[in-house]
């Protein structure tokens, strides 16, 4: 990003106010949309920008823009006056009071580590927000979060376990049921909303990844979530036209719990046209309709739900051939960018955050056309960090628009998924796919470290990881490798700790433990590779580059193959010291180095 534009967007972040005007103005990159109770208005969350956008429903209009902090995530009403807005970036939940067609920022409350998915229960005066960085959902207390004097001891009355990094929430109509989804690895939590006891946790089928927002049956019986399904197989042209490299799919859940057999899953790809990164779930008001955003192919799905022959076994890799054919059943409807949530408005009528094309966009579902478009500001073209963002989030980049760069590296960071590539050169090797956060610092890169120049890798990516079948410019790998620069590490609330653990941690990182051999610098990595004791066998090249432990408490698997699934595990049973350079370390020396990990 030129450093007028990337001042532009700081701006917006610590001062709470937009730039308009120029061709610096920052695009707003609306994340999440909520319509208010009465359908007279809605507000976007433009994560890019840091504001909030009130939009009028029924003259098609902006009638104010709010500053509200970094990266605005979700955004959920509490009544006509009042709403929530989740600030990943923050760590913090922005209450926003509406007066008519003015917006004033009320308060902010740190909430904790990478504030997602939004859910709120008026009934329960509760309000619940994932902490993706720290595996759990804050509960709030909606009377004390609206109080003038309230903080965050007060406000946040309570933390919930949940699986690894949750990502986004629904409540049941009801208000019985709190539905959270974990991304590493995919699974369903379902809580009693009133006594907050955990009813189940469930997996997506095995290979389910990058859930999507869940939407529950206006009966409060089923909760329908899309996702896609790593298919284990070699990344080659034969096996993503099959569909078995990458599917996406709708899984189906009873709530608040059932029998594994009572989850059922469709195929939402046809052969030689997939969908790529289903993204969120709604139901039109009377039950009969469901509509699907799909960011990578840029579209809306739309499916008549009663009618929907959920397989009972495994749904295959393809759309059935009953709804493909019968557009009663089953439509497609373009709208470009990349719309990544919608919600209803009357029978037939859907409004869509389209977050590349910095706009909401309403769609008429009895003629499945674009009727207008509130562009929400922006520059009037794109400059070379969004080209490249434009490039990672699409699909149709990808060997008949099965997946995206951000299908695997999802938002930049990492699904948490091990494909075989082939980048090592190898069959039946598959690899972590690593995050991307500081990934223009860390080179070489692959984890073999064989890519030494960045612009090629990104090249190498879209040929052979996406096989694609449109041309690769010059421009295509000049702009990706621009955007990314851009893709940095989120705060560290643990970064400047002091606390003796974390300080007798660092002494054993950089003595007897011996990691500093490999993972030195500020990156805390380094050019060469070695023999890291945890190769794969199969693998005929026996060198690593060793990953950036910059941020490693973000991910949820580790080493290469991905089989630790906790730092506990890296060190006490797959990379234990004791095999690296002979030094044993006792249960409180090992705690004391993974809290020192974690604050990196």
């Known amino acids: 990003m030129n450093w007028t534009g990337w001042s532009a967007v700081v701006a917006v972040c610590l001062f709470g106010f937009s730039v308009s005007g120029s061709a610096d103005e920052p695009h707003r990159s609306p994340l999440a949309l909520a319509v208010s109770p009465s359908q007279t208005v809605c507000l976007s969350a433009n994560h890019t920008a840091g504001t909030v956008i009130l ?21 959920a009403w509490l009544d006509e006056s009042t709403a929530l807005v989740s600030l990943q970036n923050d ?13 004033k920022l009320f308060k902010s409350v740190v909430v904790g580590n990478e504030p997602g998915g939004l859910a709120v229960s008026t009934s329960r005066r509760r309000a619940f927000v994932t902490l993706g960085g720290e595996d759990c959902v804050a509960v709030l207390d909606l009377d004390r979060l609206v109080s003038v004097n309230e903080t965050e001891d007060t406000v946040v009355v309570e933390r919930i376990a949940v699986g690894g990094i949750p990502r986004t929430l629904a409540i049941s109509p009801d208000d019985q049921w709190l ?50 399904v790593n298919r284990a197989f070699s990344v080659t042209a034969g096996m993503i036209d099959i569909g078995w490299v990458i599917d996406n799919r709708l899984t189906k859940l009873p709530l608040p719990d059932g029998d594994p057999s009572d989850q059922k899953q ?42 929907i022959p959920w397989p009972s076994g495994d749904p295959g890799d393809f759309l059935p051939e009953a709804l493909r054919k019968d557009a009663t059943r089953f439509r497609r409807i373009k709208l470009g960018g990349r719309p990544v949530d919608v919600q209803y408005v009357g029978e037939h009528q859907v409004v869509v955050a389209n977050y590349l094309s910095d706009s909401v966009q309403f769609i008429d579902l009895e003629t ?17 960090i969004r080209r490249g963002e434009i490039v990672f989030y699409d699909a149709d980049r990808s060997l008949h628009s099965w997946f995206s760069c951000h299908t695997c590296h ?57 096989n694609t079948e449109k041309p690769i410019t010059d421009e295509d790998v000049e702009s990706l490798a621009a955007y990314m620069e851009t893709i940095v590490h989120r705060k560290n609330p643990r970064s400047n700790s002091t606390s003796p653990n974390v300080v ?36 005929k090249n026996k060198l690593y580059n060793p990953p950036s432990l910059k941020g490693v408490s973000t991910r949820r698997r580790f080493l290469h193959t991905g089989k630790a699934k906790s730092l506990e595990q890296v060190l006490t049973k797959f990379h234990r010291p004791e095999e690296l350079v002979g030094e044993t370390l006792n249960e409180a020396e090992t705690a004391a180095l993974i809290d020192y990990l974690k604050s990196l």
């Open 55 to 75: 939009v009028d429903l029924k003259e098609r209009r902006i009638l104010a823009e709010l500053g509200v902090g970094c990266g605005p995530t979700d955004v």
């Open 91 to 103: 760590d913090s939940i922005a209450v926003v009071k509406r007066d008519g067609a003015t917006l």
């Open 179 to 228: 539905v959270t989804c974990c991304a590493v690895p995919c699974e369903v939590f379902v809580h009693d909303v009133s006594s907050m006891k955990q009813i189940s946790a469930r997996k997506v089928f095995d290979g389910g990844f990058n859930p999507g927002v869940p939407a529950v049956t206006s009966d409060s019986q089923l909760v329908i979530l899309p996702s896609a």
């Open 266 to 307: 469709l195929g939402l790809d046809i052969r030689g046209k997939a969908v790529g990164d289903a993204n969120a779930v709604a139901f039109s008001p009377d039950g009969r309709k469901i509509v699907v955003t799909c960011g990578g192919t840029h579209e809306l799905l739309v499916l008549d739900f009663p009618s």
């Open 368 to 384: 499945d056309q674009v009727t207008d478009t509130v562009r929400l500001g922006g520059p009037d073209e794109p400059g070379i």
């Open 410 to 466: 999802t938002d930049g960071h990492t699904s948490g998924q091990v494909f075989d590539t082939r980048n090592d050169r190898t069959y039946g090797t598959p690899k972590l796919i690593p995050s991307l956060r500081g990934v223009a610092e860390t080179g070489p890169w692959t984890w073999h470290g064989w890519q030494t120049d960045l612009k090629n890798a990104m090249k190498t990516s879209l040929t052979e990881s996406m």
């Open 504 to 539: 007798l941690g660092r002494q054993l990182f950089e003595g007897r433990a011996g990691c500093s051999k490999c993972h030195s610098g500020s990156t805390f990595t380094t050019v060469e590779t070695f023999d890291g004791a945890v190769e794969d066998p199969k693998d």
